[in-house]
Every structure is written in C-alpha cells, then in structure tokens.
C-alpha cells in the first residue's frame, strides 16, 4: 500500500477515526457517549466539550476524527485567527444554529451534523463581559477592519454559543485556568462555562500507546527499526503523540533503511526536543526528587519563568514542609527573590539562573514533612488577586501609552509590583496620591489601584480630593517627611567593588 502523500508526517499519519486514536480510553468513552447522543438525533444537556491537556496528546486530533468519521462538515478557529466576539457569532455561531448546505449534496450525510471547533481557547484574552447585539452587527457591518479588536467580547460570545447552538461543540486548552481568568471571580466563570460544556481532561499517553502508533506509521511508511532504538526513541519522549511522529520522521529522514540504535542516539545528539511541563507537575517532581540538579532540570522544562514559580515555592512550600524547615530556607528564597528584581535595574541575566536555581536547591534541601505521600499543590491565591478586568484594563492601557511600551510588559512587570504599593495591608493608604499623580494616572485609575469600585460611597469622596490635591499627597500626613527633601538611595548595599549593580551573593 502506498502512504499517503504529503511532507508533515503529523498530519499524513493523524487518525481519521476515533477508533484509531491512542490512550486516553475512559476519556475516549465519554466522548463516544457525547457524540452517540448528537447522532441519535439528541441534543445533550451540555452542548459542548472541553477538552484540556498538555499538546500532543491528541485533542484537535479527536475533534477532526469525530467528523471524519461520521461525515460531519466542520467549522473550525484557532488561536491565530481573529476570534473576537463578531468573528466568533460569523463563523461559528450563526453556523451552529442550522445544518450545513453541503449535507444537502451528494458528499454529505442528510442525518449530519456542523461540528464547531474552537482550538485553545485558553489563548482568548480578556474577560465574559457581553459585548452588545449593536457592537457586534456594526463590526459585521464595517468596512474598516471592524469596530471590535483582538478578543473583545469573544468568551462571552462562546457561552452564547454553547447555550444557543444546535450543532456539537468541542473546544481545545491546554490550561483551564488561563480560561477562567486569574481574578476573583475564576470560579464563577468556570461554573457559567461548565455548565453549558463537559470537561473532559487528556493525559500524556504511556509507552505502549507510543509503541503501537509508532509500529503504525513504521509500518505504512514501509520502514524498520530495531526495538532498543525505539525504546531509546520512546524513553525520550513525555508522552507526546506529535512529537513521536516528528521524531520518526526525523530519524527516517536523516538515515535511509534500517534504523538502529546509533541513528536514535545521532538524532538526539543534533536536536533537542521542545516540550514544556505544567507547573503542577513540575513543582510534584521537584518535591520529590530530592537532588538540586534534577529539580534544576524540572523547572527548565517548565512553562512557567523563575518569577512565576518563585510565587508558586512560596504558596506551596507552606504546606510541603514544617515550620522549622520554612525558617532554615527562607533566606535562600529571599535572596532568589532579590537576584530576580536585579534585572529592573541591570541586564542581570543570570538572575534568572540564581532566581530559578536557589528556590528549587531551597525545596530539596531538606524532607517533607510527609515523604511518603505525594505533596497537594495549589494555585497560589495571591497571583488572583488584582487581575480584575475592571482595575487593570484601563489601567494598564493608559501606562502603555505614558510610557511607550507594550502592555503585556506593564501588565507582567509593572502591574503587580503597582499593586503591592497601594495595598491596605502593606500601608497603601486611598488617601495618597503620590504614585497615580507622577504616572499622570486620573482618578479612575488610583480608585482601580486601590480595588475600590466607583460605585463605593467612599469613591466619590477620594474622587474630590484627587482632583484638589495639588501635590500628590491626601488629607493624611506622609509618615516619611524627607520624601521630598532627599532622594532615595537604591544601590549602596548592592553594589559589588567594581561599582556595578550585578547581583552577587556575597551577602549570602
């Protein structure tokens, strides 16, 4: 039989039936249960499926299986198309509500369906406020790009669709929580989607799974391997389906007729593989290892940089370890915490190796306080904090514009750190208005800074005295009265002998 034509391997050799899809057995079952009641003429309860799990695993590929295999026209947008709330209701909506033209001719089936496919929706930015019916028909209507831009209005526009559609939905992410959104009201909208969608969670696939596809693509493509060179093939791999097709492909190309041993290890010598681990996994491994080079490893292959993992040592390592043990690594993680902020004043490149490499040393160093047991990691509650869209939408856009740069950067390095200076509980006080006054920030957003709605009664008064402040400073005194007088100086202790501000760890 000759193999079918086409370069990519991963997209010659991806199944064309669910039958054929590899691991993930109870998942699978219940989605041939879903997908059973739209072709019995049922419509669900739940009208979508949401399907998370790291790449590679087989997700986009089951949703084009299931219409391969069934006859179905598919709809599909993914992360690199416009997917705001107009584009969404255009293609995927309105397509939803009624049974495709193409099952009325002789290529289709009269009993199909119109299977809409959202690939990553984890990657719509912005939140699940309702864009209006006027918006979005003015956006259809406009001959100009279009009044809405990027993402605007497109998760809410998804549950619209999930409530209305009388077609299947099945929706792809790799990580829920970046659906749900990082504010306080996560749980609300991840109840509003789950609702009206099933969330079925895929996991890597094991080694007979990546044995079987691997003899499969072998096989059609009329090539032969010794078994420990597809061991060693396989050993390398987490559990990537794609990335096993890739592999053989590579291999296959470099070497022509057999492949043996020395061709895998060549192959593993020239390249090295692009893969991430979810930060739950990696702090799990990291616990565990119990060797600082190995916990090292872990976090370079995480998806998370040393600043975000940083707070995920500090939330989780409450729990992991007693009260004693917290004392004893402290002041390694402060000083990780330190060597981070060097780079906002200095091209301090290797604080991100001392920032990544002294919080892992920190959570190996000494036992858990259960060894035996693998350790309960949770989303640090502080990182959700601030995240409101409310607060930091205008905001942040007005800080990019003042300053010049993009606003994922003030977001990331700016925002969280204007956060920390106006809460209550570190003493920001509402009443001081230093900070928003030298940003050129109005009101509005020194209320924002602050997490205090405009709605508050006590907003309007903060709201007079903004606007009659002509100095920064609030009604209350300033406790620091030099502020005015004397600069701050930022660099005396850190400074090195050569003058510079590189970050050392002399002091630790």
């Known amino acids: 039989m000759e193999p079918p034509s086409g370069d990519d391997w991963t997209e010659r050799h991806r199944p064309d039936?669910?039958?054929?899809?590899?691991?993930?057995?109870?998942?699978?079952?219940?989605?041939?249960?879903?997908?059973?009641?739209?072709?019995?003429?049922?419509?669900?309860?739940?009208?979508?499926?949401?399907?998370?799990?790291?790449?590679?695993?087989?997700?986009?590929?089951?949703?084009?299986?299931?219409?391969?295999?069934?006859?179905?026209?598919?709809?599909?947008l993914n992360a690199s198309e416009e997917r705001n709330a107009a584009a969404i209701r255009k293609a995927a909506t309105q397509g939803a509500l009624h049974v495709s033209l193409e099952q009325f001719?002789?290529?289709?089936?009269?009993?199909?369906?119109?299977?809409?496919?959202?690939?990553?929706?984890?990657?719509?930015?912005?939140?699940?406020?309702?864009?209006?019916?006027?918006?979005?028909?003015?956006?259809?209507?406009?001959?100009?790009?279009?009044?809405?831009?990027?993402?605007?209005?497109?998760?809410?526009?998804?549950?619209?669709?999930?409530?209305?559609?009388?077609?299947?939905?099945?929706?792809?992410?790799?990580?829920?929580?970046?659906?749900?959104?990082?504010?306080?009201?996560?749980?609300?909208?991840?109840?509003?989607?789950?609702?009206?969608?099933?969330?079925?969670?895929?996991?890597?696939?094991?080694?007979?799974?990546?044995?079987?596809?691997?003899?499969?693509?072998?096989?059609?493509?009329?090539?032969?391997?010794?078994?420990?060179?597809?061991?060693?093939?396989?050993?390398?791999?987490?559990?990537?389906?794609?990335?096993?097709?890739?592999?053989?492909?590579?291999?296959?190309?470099?070497?022509?007729?057999?492949?043996?041993?020395?061709?895998?290890?060549?192959?593993?010598?020239?390249?090295?593989?692009?893969s991430q681990i979810d930060v739950f996994r990696a702090l799990r491994e990291v616990y565990q290892s119990g060797s600082g080079k190995e916990a090292s490893e872990v976090l370079l292959a995480s998806d998370k940089d040393p600043d975000e993992m940083l707070a995920w040592f500090v939330?989780?390592?409450?729990?992991?370890?007693?009260?004693?043990?917290?004392?004893?690594?402290?002041?390694?993680?402060?000083?990780?915490?330190?060597?981070?902020?060097?780079?906002?004043?200095?091209?301090?490149?290797?604080?991100?190796?001392?920032g990544s490499a002294l919080s892992s040393q920190a959570a190996v160093s000494y036992p858990a306080i259960d060894d035996a047991s693998d350790p309960f990691i949770a989303y640090p509650n502080f990182l959700r904090r601030g995240g409101e869209a409310w607060r930091s939408s205008n905001v942040v856009e007005l800080l990019s514009e003042e300053l010049g740069t993009s606003k994922a950067s003030i977001r990331e390095d700016l925002w969280p750190n204007l956060l920390a200076v106006h809460e209550t509980t570190l003493g920001g006080e509402p009443g001081e208005f230093i900070v928003a006054k030298h940003l050129g920030l109005p009101g509005e957003a020194h209320l924002a800074l602050h997490g205090i709605p405009r709605s508050k009664r006590e907003a309007r008064r903060i709201l007079e005295d903004f606007d009659s402040d002509e100095d920064g400073h609030g009604d209350e005194p300033i406790n620091d009265e030099s502020i005015n007088d004397e600069p701050i100086n930022n660099d005396s202790s850190e400074e090195d002998d050569s003058g510079g501000t590189q970050f050392t760890l002399d002091s630790f």
């Not at 399907?51 to 026209?73: D, F, M």
């Not at 592999?247 to 007729?257: E, R, S």
């Not at 989780?316 to 906002?344: G, H, W």
């Open 315 to 354: 939330w989780n390592n409450q729990t992991v370890f007693d009260s004693e043990v917290l004392a004893q690594i402290s002041p390694a993680m402060c000083m990780a915490d330190r060597s981070l902020a060097a780079k906002y004043t200095n091209r301090a490149f290797r604080s991100w190796y001392w």
């Open 105 to 274: 001719s002789g290529g289709g089936v009269t009993s199909g369906k119109t299977l809409v496919l959202l690939d990553e929706v984890d990657h719509l930015s912005g939140g699940f406020r309702k864009v209006s019916d006027d918006r979005i028909k003015g956006s259809d209507d406009s001959d100009e790009g279009g009044v809405l831009r990027g993402d605007t209005g497109g998760k809410a526009e998804l549950l619209n669709l999930l409530e209305v559609t009388k077609q299947p939905v099945i929706m792809t992410c790799n990580d829920p929580m970046r659906l749900w959104g990082r504010n306080r009201s996560w749980r609300r909208n991840r109840d509003r989607l789950l609702r009206k969608a099933e969330l079925v969670n895929f996991n890597r696939v094991g080694k007979l799974h990546l044995r079987r596809v691997a003899h499969r693509v072998l096989d059609t493509e009329g090539r032969s391997m010794d078994p420990e060179a597809l061991e060693a093939l396989i050993d390398g791999n987490p559990g990537d389906l794609r990335a096993l097709v890739s592999d053989l492909q590579a291999v296959c190309t470099l070497k022509q007729g057999h492949i043996d041993l020395a061709d895998v290890v060549e192959l593993s010598e020239v390249a090295e593989r692009d």
């Open 17 to 76: 039936s669910v039958g054929l899809m590899e691991g993930n057995e109870a998942q699978l079952r219940r989605i041939r249960q879903w997908l059973g009641q739209w072709e019995g003429g049922k419509v669900p309860e739940r009208r979508g499926l949401l399907l998370a799990g790291p790449p590679g695993v087989g997700k986009t590929t089951l949703a084009r299986a299931a219409s391969l295999e069934r006859g179905w026209t598919m709809i599909e």
